[in-house]
């Protein structure tokens, strides 16, 4: 009798570890290309174009690190990107809140066809709106400035935003809101005492998205600025690339350096993000 309980358990353990290898060979598979930035970086300029090639370079430099860290304008490309994504992930955020709020509160049945013009908005291609965003700066007289990126930022994560955070403002209890306005609050006091603390899981994972939306964004910084002055990560690392030659470990590690930040705003957000990511809301 007791032979099916030990095959069911012998079972049960290789379809564990079966899970754990695929998820193991996952993460290694998604992993390589940062262990093949970081062995570059670390490579002298003569090494990194040998045959045959080696994953780890036999005298490990920091001089690409050095020569990106010294450059002049790393402090001002690094700090307009933490800017730009900052203020365009709090703003986007905000306004996502408020418009969820409505959306589920107050909209009725004209909320599900709201959120899908905004969800086919966000279908349109975003190169069809260089043209008319270097128009509408250029007459306010916002061109090649981070504001221009800022608002373009924002026009490209709020819709997602606002569809994302409406699942979990609809899972926060009507009875909350109600209370709320009982003890003497308005709407907004309700939704920003109440509501978005309820809905905090979805709030975060909102705000990582909008961020590394807007730390990776290209296309707009490229058509819309043109000093250094005003130069973001992305086209930093452009910069790399010349017309006859590539400055490989110099551009992978200013890729690495480029991670960091989102690094840091993932575990300021995990919690929040891996709750947000699984659709729950935690009061």
């Not at 690094?78 to 709090?90: H, K, P, Q, W, Y």
């Not at 973001?232 to 470990?249: A, D, E, H, K, R």
């Amino acid at each position: 009798m007791a032979r099916p309980k030990n095959l069911h358990l012998v079972s049960r353990t290789a379809g564990a570890a079966g899970r754990y290898a695929l998820i193991v060979a996952l993460l290694l598979f998604a992993l390589l290309p940062f262990a093949w930035m970081l062995s570059t970086s670390l490579k002298p300029a003569n090494e990194i174009y040998t045959t045959p090639v080696t994953w780890w370079p036999s005298t490990p430099t920091l001089d690409n690190f050095i020569a990106v860290v010294t450059r002049a304008d790393f402090g001002v490309i690094m700090g307009n990107t933490l800017v730009v994504a900052g203020v365009s992930a709090t703003v986007s955020t905000l306004v996502a809140l408020f418009a969820a709020y409505g959306l589920s509160r107050l909209a009725g049945r004209r909320g599900e066809t709201l959120v899908l013009v905004l969800l086919f908005a966000q279908m349109i291609p975003t190169i069809l709106f260089v043209i008319p965003y270097f128009l509408i700066f250029r007459t306010l007289s916002l061109l090649d400035t981070l504001t221009a990126l800022v608002v373009t930022n924002i026009s490209l994560t709020v819709p997602i935003a606002t569809w994302l955070l409406r699942r979990f403002i609809a899972k926060v209890p009507r009875a909350l809101d109600e209370a709320a306005l009982i003890d003497g609050c308005g709407r907004v006091g309700a939704l920003l005492r109440v509501v978005a603390p309820a809905a905090r899981a979805g709030v975060g994972a909102v705000f990582f998205y909008a961020f590394l939306v807007s730390w990776h964004e290209y296309l707009f910084a490229l058509s819309l600025t043109s000093s250094p002055s005003n130069r973001v990560i992305t086209l930093g690392i452009t910069s790399l690339v010349g017309q006859y030659q590539v400055s490989w470990g110099e551009l992978m590690a200013l890729g690495l350096l480029a991670v960091v930040p989102l690094i840091v705003v993932f575990l300021l957000v995990e919690r929040n993000l891996v709750e947000g990511l699984a659709g729950g809301v935690k009061g």
